[in-house]
């Protein structure tokens, strides 16, 4: 397996530049291993703080960073099946524009698929809120194959941010389609019976700026009939069987509905 790989991000007008600063030098200042390209999609009009930012990290970087302009805004899902198809390499590394990357993100993962027979690599995910050294918790998920495939039945598989897979498994199963706020999740639900092969490091490779601003945004009817209709196209597809269904959206719909002071006491228990 190369070495040479691609970071694929999207940006768009609400993001932070002191944000989006830090996740570029976590990517490229501060790694064991640089990515052979960065694929940085501009979805829509940005303001002048994003592209002044984007301008200096062009001018550091040269033809290793290209740029993808969008006209108008399309949506991360969209945005993202773009990128791909401007990637150069067949693994492809994702990130968010206000993440930071743990040194050795990608050291780790290319060795990983140097030595194994998989198509998609994730980790554990640290989150914090305002400071990146006071982590308030974890995303942890399963390591090997059959267990991400059993755990996915229920709840997302795969951190999002910090995944790398190969370029062609993804474009196999059908890409980024619209899923409302759960493109990813749908994505890995028909790679996995698409037969492409699984497997998450078990530390933080990435920590994410979440917390619980985050869950507040997760809470509600919207979110939850986002979730009714994932898990209903996860059982036409054969995802899930009537009972899985039956369940996933039985607890969703209650943690969906709960004060928030309940859900933050979950969510504790759940991410620590």
Not at 94 to 103: K, L, S
Request: hydrophobic share 40%; with cysteine; aromatic share 12%.
């Amino acid at each position: 397996m190369t070495s040479d790989f691609s970071v694929l991000m999207s940006i768009y007008s609400k993001e932070n530049a002191g944000y989006f600063d830090r996740a570029m030098t976590s990517i490229w200042d501060e790694q064991t291993v640089r990515p052979s390209e960065i694929i940085l999609v501009e979805d829509g009009n940005l303001t002048d703080e994003l592209y002044s930012s984007i301008s200096q990290w062009k001018e550091k970087i040269g033809s290793t960073f290209r740029i993808v302009p969008l006209e108008k805004n399309v949506g991360l899902g969209d945005a993202l099946n773009i990128g791909l198809q401007k990637c150069s390499y067949e693994l492809v590394a994702r990130m968010d524009t206000d993440d930071i990357c743990v040194n050795n993100r990608f050291e780790k993962q290319l060795k990983i698929f140097k030595n194994s027979d998989i198509d998609i690599c994730s980790s554990w995910v640290s989150e914090f809120v305002k400071n990146e050294n006071e982590i308030i918790s974890y995303r942890k998920l399963p390591e090997q194959h059959l267990d991400i495939i059993k755990y996915a039945k229920h709840r997302c598989p795969i951190n999002h941010p910090a995944v790398m897979y190969k370029k062609q498994a993804v474009k196999d199963a059908g890409g980024y389609v619209e899923m409302i706020l759960l493109e990813d999740y749908y994505l890995w639900g028909r790679m996995i019976l698409n037969d492409a092969k699984f497997y998450n490091i078990e530390e933080p490779l990435v920590n994410m700026r979440a917390g619980y601003g985050q869950l507040e945004r997760r809470r509600g009817m919207k979110y939850f009939l986002s979730e009714y209709s994932l898990h209903k196209t996860f059982l036409s597809i054969g995802l899930i069987n009537y009972l899985e269904f039956t369940q996933n959206i039985i607890i969703r719909l209650f943690t969906r509905m709960l004060p928030k002071s309940i859900l933050k006491y979950l969510y504790n228990i759940i991410r620590r």
